[in-house]
């Protein structure tokens, strides 16, 4: 038999996996929009899988020196079928920890009389199909490199403001869908929400600290006795993930839920109503 059509096969197989690589979910469409301050927005990206618009006042926003700690919330009607409140919190807590750990780098944090208060509010949570990514992490075993079924993908779209007073001096709407090469299978109905989560708070970190994008000056960073104490805080209200679990959910469809606690509860708060003393904070887990 000719070599070549013996060969027909494996590169056909090399071509459908291909093909399977490059699928995308497309953008969640939330209800209604989480925040709503009329504002002349910039579209950032305008695709099927990726929608985000975006409002920076630069000026107001690069003359802040302080920040309060971001605040969260899930808004109504923003849970997906199958996805509790309690898996909700979870994804909207690793949003408000990404975001606190970025800012605790540039901004000193002052609940009392901050410059800027940063809200955040998820407006969708599309599921992933937990058996999906199941076969995938089975079918991943088998298939080299990066690989998963693009079927049963989720999604997660949040709006995210940072108000000067009354102000928006920063609005940012985001929603995007899973990818099968970009979001790892975690055999979990907030899987690819969870992880897309850090992608959102990294774009709204980029637009306190870079408003002017990548050809601008970039915000200075605090001090590291600043940025210790801000870390203790962020610490203190949005817990960790534990270093192991996310270390070995690399190999592994780890759920969410296997590896992060959530925020702590307030009897845990009230336990530690002191401050953690700066030089004994575990580092909060960094964006990205």
């Not at 995308?24 to 209800?31: G, L």
């Not at 969260?72 to 949003?95: C, F, K, P, S, W």
């Not at 780098?105 to 955040?120: G, I, K, N, S, W």
């Not at 970009?182 to 708070?201: C, P, R, W």
């Amino acid at each position: 038999m000719d070599q070549r059509l013996r060969s027909a096969p494996t590169v056909m197989a090399l071509l459908v996996v291909a093909a399977l690589l490059q699928g995308c979910a497309s953008a969640p469409k939330p209800t209604a929009r989480g925040i709503a301050d009329q504002k002349p927005m910039t579209t950032l990206r305008d695709e099927p899988f990726a929608q985000t618009e975006r409002f920076v006042d630069v000026a107001a926003v690069l003359a802040a020196r302080t920040a309060a700690p971001p605040t969260v919330r899930v808004a109504d009607g923003a849970l997906g079928e199958g996805v509790t409140a309690a898996q909700g919190a979870l994804v909207a807590n690793r949003a408000a920890r990404d975001v606190c750990a970025g800012m605790a780098r540039h901004f000193r944090f002052d609940d009392a009389d901050p410059d800027l208060r940063v809200e955040l509010v998820v407006t969708a949570i599309r599921p992933t199909s937990s058996a999906a990514a199941g076969a995938s992490a089975v079918l991943g075993v088998f298939v080299p490199g990066p690989f998963r079924l693009p079927a049963g993908l989720g999604g997660f779209a949040a709006d995210g403001v940072a108000r000067r007073g009354d102000e928006a001096v920063l609005l940012l709407h985001w929603a995007e869908g899973a990818g099968a090469i970009t979001e790892d299978a975690k055999v979990s109905s907030i899987g690819d929400a969870y992880q897309l989560a850090n992608e959102f708070a990294d774009d709204l970190v980029d637009g306190l600290v870079d408003p002017r994008g990548r050809d601008g000056d970039t915000r200075a960073r605090v001090d590291d006795e600043t940025r210790a104490a801000n870390e203790a805080v962020c610490l203190k209200r949005f817990g960790r993930a534990s270093v192991a679990g996310r270390g070995a959910s690399i190999l592994l469809p780890l759920s969410p839920e296997a590896i992060d606690a959530g925020a702590p509860t307030a009897a845990d708060r009230d336990d530690d109503e002191a401050d953690v003393p700066a030089d004994a904070a575990d580092p909060v887990d960094p964006p990205g």
